[in-house]
């Protein structure tokens, strides 16, 4: 790169930067274009609701739009931890978002991964996972729940890392 090109990249940052700090959401196409430069952090929660005299558990997910990354694909509730973010405004921007401003009953971390994702130029993604628990009555808008215990009654477009996500969550022995 020569450096007429760096400067030109280091002002367009420092344009972008003042951008995000003004409260804008970064572009779309600058968002995807930048996701293998730097690791990303993601929270996803691992939404669910469970009927005990049923003995059922599902899982709720939501559709990707068409417009976007994995369209038309189902994928647990989530979202990217943008500059700046404290961790409590991300995890209320994904309840709101995601969840249709769902009451959460209970909130437990699971764990974390380090995964590489392969349809994003190889983006470095870091994930938070948390089991999420929404009042009985909530549903939210976004997504549907699909059963995962004792069936496994999950669609088969789902997001390729997603399945690895489900697995995650502690099924009860019988």
């Not at 367009?12 to 995807?32: H, S, T």
């Not at 999950?154 to 996500?165: R, S």
Request: include cysteine.
């Amino acid at each position: 790169m020569t450096p007429e090109r760096s400067a030109l990249l280091a002002e367009l940052l420092e344009e972008l930067l003042k951008f995000k700090r003004a409260g804008n959401n970064m572009p779309p196409a600058v968002f995807e274009a930048s996701l293998p430069l730097f690791p990303q952090l993601v929270i996803e929660f691992l939404v669910f609701r469970s009927t005990p005299s049923e003995r059922k558990i599902e899982i709720l997910l939501v559709e990707r739009p068409s417009n976007v990354a994995y369209p038309n694909q189902w994928h647990c509730p989530g979202t990217f931890v943008r500059p700046g973010d404290a961790m409590d405004r991300a995890f209320e921007r994904a309840r709101i978002g995601k969840l249709g401003g769902a009451i959460i009953t209970q909130i437990e971390f699971l764990t974390n991964q380090l995964y590489v994702d392969p349809n994003r130029n190889d983006a470095t993604i870091l994930r938070m996972v948390y089991t999420v628990q929404i009042a009985e009555e909530d549903n939210p808008p976004k997504g549907k729940f699909f059963e995962i215990y004792p069936n496994n009654n999950l669609p088969a477009e789902l997001v390729w890392e997603q399945p690895m996500l489900i697995d995650l969550f502690p099924i009860p022995n019988n």
